[in-house]
């Protein structure tokens, strides 16, 4: 699989990478604005060159500048995902271009946006514009020809889109110009090996024809991508040693060039071969440069790629997880400080495989960097333990580190069967029923092959950092044959340790100012909710007209936030008061099923365990919410409303009583407040649902704490009754008041309160609360 970072059918071909953060920006005191921004644009940094081309575009006193000032910003909006702001100076740059190869190559770029928001007719129109204006000029005429190719792969057959890449292919190859021929043959060579064997042959041509007009001096990116292209081919056909000739021919080309963004890809097949062949050292070092060079790019990677994969997924989480995954093994071989060394070098890569992660979650990398790049080193104490579970295909495995060292474990088990018996689990303990099989089962998975050490070791604390499906386990609730997990240890979760706040608390939590907001009826929040979530809630109220109506809300929410479509934008906000239920009738409805009844007394008993001031229902509006909030006074924040997490940060909301709070939002007020005095302590979301069967929804709960420079979060894998949640929280912030007593241990006091209640001691009611982040 080849890595892009742009759409090669872009006039340009920008392969150059997305900058997510901003930098400073270099001064070239001898270039205009203009010519800056448009270097800026040209060499990936979008987000520098947009200032520098806002103040280009808006002064600009020749026609042409402002042409080419617009064209560079909706380029620069396309690349960092904000597509619905490049349409206007798209536009723009069609309508004013001047000259009409100019204007042809504009009517490109815009066809090809046009594609990109699906609007396939438009982009036609677009792509015969720029045929008609092209004229004799054979560069454009196949630019267009290559962008229109692809409109058409849903409407012609196989054997039809074949012909008209070799008929592309026959006028290719007397394009004069040998940048523009060996970016094209790269093209048509990607859109002929997408069609399987059938395109293979014509594949093969096309990057060899861009090999070695790219042999030329000046054109060493073009020659590593046709290169990468080739060894890709090779790999495909399992014919590995030309694999490798192709890899040393590319790694010299690349020799004093900047081009980390290629060879990542081009190192980890590197590696993925020497795998094969047994050279489990060569492997090692090949994997490590492609992570090296991940990590030189990481804030300019994309977090998805132009056609909406995740980036994570594709490219960046098999190299992490394949050197972690030699690492281990080759742990085995070693004893001593040795052994200890290389399972604290695979801890290290599974760190940064679970930032990266949680900022494809987030859809932002800024916010990671900060939380990396303000985290102090943690010195664990000797009753705690940090475990990470690593599901790999064919087995799980274990890797513990203590105050004493690491260690491993490792268990032949299936991915597939691992991730059915969660599924299983989590089920069966939301449904209230007889769960004692799986939880032994699971137990004795995850937790049986250190337990010896554990207990050796005198461990209380036990901190998880989940892989996968297990983010939806709850581990309280696994048991050993006589005790649930929770009554052995106290129970924390982090995203990754490396981003997490583990300073010591400054003072008594007694003292801490809490800011309670709650909502138990709903006002005309229930207007701004996503029309897909507030469908699927009406027709299950229809369907389940005998059910308690709040049974029926949060079962939807749950079991379908999935399915809720990810707006076009990368942010919530500005999306959701968009779509608004005229119906009475179905706003009152939505009220109905939205209320929480328990708030209430929540809210009140909480009033009395804490230095607190309220917000509840009317009084809790997104303003009132935002001003409290940025006032920094409040080292607690406990929200007693719907927190919905769905699959991506961009459907993960909590409810107001007039509006939602988006993730974005809770960053923008928090951090506001954060800045003025020291950092939030907790975040409490204590009525929050999480999509089902979606491992990714529970990283909802630690990006809203990483985004509000939360030290911990408090929420819960899955809805409980209000008389649960109301015992629960009441005890939780009793035993925090506690002197030397650690939020985990908070927790788990108030879980074993539950567990003696004879109305409550069912998993259901407590295994779900956990503890995300500091632990202490």
């Not at 008609?132 to 012609?156: C, F, P």
């Not at 990542?264 to 992570?291: C, F, P, S």
């Not at 495995?397 to 260690?407: H, I, R």
């Amino acid at each position: 699989m080849t890595m892009k970072f742009a759409s090669p059918g872009i006039r340009m071909l920008t392969l150059n990478l997305l900058v997510f953060c901003c930098f400073s920006s270099s001064a070239f005191a001898s270039e205009s604005t203009l010519d800056q921004g448009l270097r800026d644009c040209a060499n990936g940094n979008y987000n520098q060159a947009l200032n520098l081309l806002q103040t280009a575009y808006a002064k600009a006193e020749k026609n042409g500048d402002k042409v080419k000032a617009a064209s560079a910003l909706a380029q620069s909006y396309v690349q960092i995902h904000q597509a619905s702001k490049a349409e206007a100076y798209l536009s723009f740059a069609f309508d004013n271009a001047d000259d009409k190869l100019d204007k042809a190559g504009y009517a490109i770029d815009f066809g090809n946006w046009q594609q990109q928001q699906g609007h396939t007719e438009q982009a036609a129109y677009y792509y015969n514009a720029a045929f008609k204006l092209a004229g004799d000029n054979a560069a454009i005429a196949i630019s267009a020809s290559l962008n229109q190719n692809k409109l058409t792969v849903k409407k012609t057959t196989t054997a039809e889109q074949l012909k008209n890449l070799q008929a592309l292919w026959q006028r290719l190859q007397q394009l004069k110009d040998v940048q523009q021929a060996a970016r094209y043959s790269i093209n048509l060579g990607a859109q002929a090996r997408s069609l399987g064997n059938t395109g293979l042959a014509l594949a093969f041509l096309a990057f060899e024809h861009a090999r070695v007009l790219s042999l030329r001096p000046g054109q060493a990116r073009l020659q590593l991508e046709a290169l990468d292209q080739l060894a890709q081919m090779y790999e495909d056909a399992g014919r590995l040693t030309d694999v490798l000739a192709l890899t040393d021919q590319a790694l010299l080309t690349a020799q004093g060039q900047e081009a980390h963004d290629l060879l990542i890809n081009i190192e980890w097949r590197h590696g993925r071969v020497l795998r094969a062949q047994a050279n489990t050292a060569g492997a090692i070092a090949a994997y490590q440069r492609a992570l090296e060079h991940i990590e030189a790019i990481r804030v300019d990677i994309p977090v998805e790629y132009q056609d909406g994969r995740s980036s994570f997924r594709e490219t960046l989480e098999p190299v992490y997880l394949g050197l972690a995954d030699l690492l281990l093994q080759t742990s085995a071989q070693l004893e001593g400080m040795q052994k200890n060394a290389q399972l604290r070098r695979a801890r290290d890569v599974l760190e940064l495989l679970k930032q990266t992660e949680l900022q494809d979650y987030l859809g932002d990398r800024c916010a990671v960097e900060t939380a990396r790049a303000n985290r102090k080193s943690t010195v664990l104490a000797s009753d705690t333990a940090i475990l990470y579970p690593i599901i790999l295909p064919d087995r799980l495995e274990l890797l513990l580190e203590t105050s004493s060292g690491m260690y491993r474990q490792s268990l032949p088990m299936s991915a597939t069967k691992l991730r059915a018996d969660v599924i299983d689990f989590g089920n069966t303990l939301k449904d209230n029923l007889s769960f004692q099989p799986q939880a032994k089962r699971l137990y004795q998975a995850l937790l049986t092959p250190v337990d010896a050490e554990l207990t050796q070791q005198g461990i209380h604390t036990l901190v998880i950092v989940p892989d996968g499906v297990l983010r939806l386990l709850p581990f309280a609730a696994l048991h050993d044959g006589q005790r649930f997990a929770i009554e052995k240890y106290a129970i924390a979760v982090v995203p990754a340790l490396s981003l997490t706040n583990t300073n010591a608390r400054a003072h008594h939590d007694a003292a801490f100012k809490t800011l309670l907001a709650g909502m138990s009826e709903p006002g005309t929040v229930v207007d701004k909710l996503p029309n897909a979530m507030v469908e699927q809630l009406l027709n299950a109220n229809q369907q389940a007209a005998s059910m308690n109506g709040r049974q029926v809300a949060r079962a939807v929410l749950t079991r379908s936030l999935r399915n809720i479509p990810k707006p076009a934008d990368s942010s919530m906000s500005g999306k959701l008061s968009q779509l608004s239920i005229s119906k009475p009738e179905q706003h009152q409805q939505l009220q109905q099923m939205l209320a929480l009844a328990g708030v209430n007394e929540e809210i009140h008993t909480l009033e009395k365990l804490t230095s607190s001031q309220t917000l509840l229902n009317a009084g809790f509006t997104v303003a009132a919410f935002s001003q409290k909030v940025k006032t920094g006074d409040y080292q607690i924040v406990h929200i007693a409303s719907h927190g919905v997490f769905g699959g991506t940060a961009d459907t993960t909301f909590v409810m107001a009583h007039d509006d939602v709070i988006t993730m974005d939002n809770l960053q923008l007020f928090l951090r506001a407040g954060s800045m003025k005095s020291q950092e939030l302590e907790l975040l409490t979301l204590s009525a929050c649902e999480t999509a089902e069967g979606d491992d990714r929804a529970p990283l909802g709960l630690s990006g809203a704490a990483l985004k509000a420079r939360a030290k911990s979060a408090l929420g819960s894998l899955w809805p409980v009754s209000d008389d649960a949640a109301t015992l629960l929280m009441g005890q939780f912030y009793r035993n925090l008041a506690e002197p030397a007593t650690s939020k985990a241990q908070a927790l788990q006091k108030a879980q074993l309160t539950l567990m003696k209640n004879s109305n409550f001691n069912h998993p259901f009611y407590w295994a779900p609360f956990i503890m995300v982040g500091s632990w202490l």
